[in-house]
């Protein structure tokens, strides 16, 4: 499931911008927007997503995904 290594990837990307602001501010939301023919399942980004902000600094943040066709 790429979704997973995707997910991953994108915490990561977010987490590298977060760690550079000085008051570290909370993240309510993050917007991704996925192309049509990257084979990406959005119901399984979503739930990648969950599971992996588990107690992290993103924990309680929403993903939102736009499809982009």
Known sequence: MH???MTKALIVTV???WNEQ????K???VHLT???F???EPASLQ???EVQTRNTFLEG???????FL
């Open 61 to 67: 943040a929403e993903l939102v995904i736009r499809r």
């Open 15 to 17: 987490q590298n911008w």
């Open 47 to 49: 739930f990648a997503f």
């Open 27 to 29: 993240i309510s939301q």
């Open 34 to 36: 996925v192309g049509q």
């Open 38 to 40: 990257t084979c990406v």
């Open 3 to 5: 979704e997973t290594d």
């Open 22 to 25: 000085p008051n570290h501010p």
